[in-house]
Nanobody, 116 residues
Framework: QVQLVESGGGLVQAGGSLRLSCAAS????????VGWYRQVPGKLRELVAT???????TYSDSVKGRFTISNDNAKNTVYLQMNSLKAEDTAVYYC??????????WGQGTQVTVSS
């Protein structure tokens, strides 16, 4: 089973930027389309961006125009470039398959904290 490791989170001021990485132990698209999710305590995990092997991308309304998802096949890695960060973007960010039946074990995630 492919393992996913998220990294790149941190503390940033509102308006700042971060780039998250999701590194796979094998072909990243072996799990189909890949999504970045985020979760805050007490709330459901939210899907914020997806990328298909074709390169097609989707974004939630809450991040559209600010976040960009991309991939590097040679590195089996999917990225999430986050610009114009807001306090409400504070969450633990995870990556995994978009389709529940293809999802692998969830990783530790990476904490993003945006100070206002």
């Amino acid at each position: 089973q492919v393992q996913l490791v998220e990294s790149g989170g941190g503390l940033v001021q509102a308006g700042g930027s971060l780039r998250l990485s999701c590194a796979a132990s094998g072909s990243i698209f072996s799990i189909g389309a890949v999504g970045w999710y985020r979760q805050v305590p007490g709330k459901l995990r939210e899907l914020v961006a997806t990328i298909a092997s074709s390169g097609g991308t989707t974004y939630s309304d809450s991040v559209k125009g600010r976040f960009t998802i991309s991939n590097d096949n040679a590195k089996n890695t999917v990225y999430l470039q986050m610009n114009s960060l807001k306090a409400e973007d504070t969450a633990v960010y995870y990556c995994n398959a978009v389709h529940p039946i293809l999802q692998v074990n969830w990783g530790q995630g990476t904490q993003v904290t945006v100070s206002s």
